[in-house]
């Protein structure tokens, strides 16, 4: 009985690679950069089984070409990438990476927050620059961290991290979630808010929402004006939660202090946005999960969630189970 046809849209950690190969006939893009939609089309109407990425679109028009996909297994906790309810209506389940990335990705949030508080960037670009000439007790005067005020934005499983990592460094933590966590209030001493109230009072705003149609550009003009002027922005969720244009007038005009990006719309960022010319930005090419270990962690379960669909069983991280 022939293997059946798979397609990976990159490059992954060996081990999963070797699992999917053992079971199917593997075709992995091996090009750093994602295949164009064409490409993606293409293998898709060859293949039982793809593995995909954010930045792999998975629309209608695909599955309509793809009469034999049993399974879709993204590499991801997100999946706004893929038309889910064309998956169910076609029984197709699609799988995901949930609950193994979010230790990682707080620690890079909170590597963002200290680095934006502290001028991190700026001043390894200042000694690179050859402009380091002596000490001087005004240069790159940052803000303290310890003893701040944090605002989280969604307090799901990376939420929930950075609040606990901000509770040594004595911060004060507020929070907003469509769901209320009075467990978590209790237990960590964290305290719910609305979004008018966290940004006026925080001192750093970090933001862990999902994106959904009232998550699009959630921080925009009116948000940013409520901000402090020394706040400090970090975003590890996804570039479009924040009104991009509206961040560069905010930066540029010091209505906040700093902002600190690992997303941004669109990725990767257009080599002429005008926030690459800001000072007061950092920003990382979507690395807060780029662990070794999570990284492969996430390879395998995608592996595990697209053998299962082919098996013609759920995976076990199914995006759309309950209506299948």
């Not at 997100?78 to 949930?98: E, L, Q, S, Y």
């Not at 939420?159 to 004060?172: I, P, S, Y």
């Not at 808010?193 to 705003?205: G, H, Q």
């Not at 924040?242 to 600190?260: C, P, R, S, T």
Request: proline share 6%; aromatic share 6%.
């Amino acid at each position: 009985m022939p293997k059946p046809k798979v397609f990976v849209t990159r490059r992954m950690a060996q081990i999963a690679l070797d699992l999917i190969s053992k079971n199917t006939e593997m075709t992995v893009w091996e090009d750093d950069q994602p295949p164009s939609y064409d490409i993606l089309r293409e293998e898709a109407r060859k293949s039982e089984g793809l593995v995909t990425l954010l930045e792999d679109q998975i629309n209608e028009d695909l599955f309509k070409d793809s009469p034999n996909l049993k399974v879709i297994s993204q590499m991801a906790v997100g999946f706004d990438n893929i038309d889910i309810d064309n998956a169910t209506k076609r029984g197709i389940p699609v799988g995901h990476t949930p609950n193994v990335l979010s230790k990682t990705v707080a620690d890079c949030t909170f590597a963002l927050l200290l680095a934006g508080a502290r001028r991190i960037v700026e001043a390894d670009r200042y000694v690179r620059k050859g402009e380091w000439k002596s000490w001087h007790p005004m240069a790159f005067l940052g803000k303290d961290v310890f003893e701040g005020t944090l605002g989280l934005i969604g307090l799901g499983g990376v939420g929930l991290e950075v609040a606990k990592r901000a509770k040594g460094f004595d911060m004060e933590v507020l929070y907003y979630d469509i769901y209320r966590r009075e467990d978590q209030e209790k237990a960590l001493g964290i305290i719910f808010n609305d979004i008018p109230t966290i940004l006026k009072r925080s001192d750093f705003i970090s933001l862990h929402t999902p994106l959904t149609p009232d998550t699009y550009h959630l921080i925009s003009d009116k948000q940013l004006a409520m901000m402090k002027p020394d706040s400090i922005l970090i975003n590890t969720s996804r570039g479009s939660v924040i009104d991009q244009k509206a961040l560069y007038k905010a930066l540029k005009h010091k209505i906040i202090g700093v902002a600190a990006l690992d997303v941004t719309d669109p990725e990767p960022i257009n080599e002429d946005d005008p926030l690459l010319d800001l000072d007061n930005l950092i920003i990382l090419p979507h690395i807060a999960s780029a662990s070794v270990a999570t990284r492969t962690k996430m390879a395998l379960m995608a592996a595990e969630n697209l053998l299962a669909g082919l098996r013609g069983d759920i995976p076990p991280n199914c995006v759309n189970a309950k209506e299948l």
